[in-house]
């Protein structure tokens, strides 16, 4: 399994932009791993597939799942990921989508940063059934 590497720098000293980097690289190796696993679509298919999960909107629509099943601290971390959002947007999604996908990405960055991985699969699974509903 992936882990970090123990760093001194304390996560709470993080910038949340700097969470969701990681996080965002987070999410889609999870995507991605599972679509492969679980099908047997040609690349271009997996492609487009993927890019319904980690687009801004297809983020948007996953932290409304999870919001409940949040900690205060997750949710926090989340608060934070939204708060720090650039001004500028993707053409294909609105600004509450993108802040909102900005959180999520921040907290599975900051779930993955603290060897997490339990968690972060646990918050995952319910996005992917959720995408296998709606196929």
Do not use: C
């Amino acid at each position: 399994m992936l882990t970090f590497p123990e760093s001194e720098i304390d996560l709470r000293e993080r910038s949340p932009l700097a969470l969701a980097f990681v996080g965002d690289g987070v999410i889609e190796l999870l995507v991605r791993a599972r679509l492969v696993a679980e099908s047997r679509m040609p690349a271009g298919a997996l492609h487009r597939s993927a890019v319904e999960m980690v687009s801004a909107r297809g983020q948007f629509a996953a932290l409304h799942l999870l919001e409940p099943m949040l900690t205060e601290q997750e949710a926090d971390i989340v608060r934070r990921g939204r708060n720090a959002s650039k001004a500028t947007v993707s053409k294909n999604a609105s600004a509450e989508e993108y802040r909102a996908s900005t959180g999520l990405e921040a907290l599975f960055g900051w779930l993955y940063l603290q060897n997490r991985l339990e968690r972060v699969e646990e918050l995952f699974e319910p996005i992917w059934q959720r995408h296998l509903e709606m196929k």
